[in-house]
């Protein structure tokens, strides 16, 4: 199978910066799109950024000029950097990804990280 996991959630003020990161591990034999979600308290998850294996990618509207993702495909990692950070920006992160790995036979699925959480204060 396939296990995300995260790193680089904390607390900081408005107008401060952080990274995350998510790195995937497993049998891996190829990983299609990754992405950011994230969910504030009393809210439905929503995307924030997501890329393809090619590099291309989206963002939500709320992030566009503040936040921007990456990957780093021989590490099989993606990262977050999130500057100019609001307060409405508080949640817990979580990372996605679409994989391909091989158990005998070769299975594809969608997997989520265990989230990290991000506090804006103001």
């Known amino acids: 199978q396939v296990q995300l996991v995260e790193s680089g959630g904390g607390l900081v003020q408005a107008g401060g910066s952080l990274r995350l990161s998510c790195e995937a591990s497993g049998s891996i034999f190829s990983i299609n799109a990754m992405g950011w979600y994230r969910q504030a308290p009393g809210k439905q998850r929503e995307l924030v950024a997501a890329?393809?294996?090619?590099?291309?990618?989206n963002y939500a509207d709320s992030v566009k000029g503040r936040f921007t993702i990456s990957r780093d495909n021989a590490k099989n990692t993606v990262y977050l950097q999130m500057n100019s950070l609001k307060p409405e920006d508080t949640a817990v992160y979580y990372c996605?990804?679409?994989?391909?790995?091989?158990?005998?036979?070769?299975?594809?699925?969608?997997?989520w990280g265990q989230g990290t959480q991000v506090t804006v204060s103001s």
């Open positions: 996605n990804a679409d994989s391909t790995y091989y158990s005998g036979s070769y299975y594809s699925g969608n997997y």
């Open positions: 890329i393809t294996s090619g590099g291309s990618t």
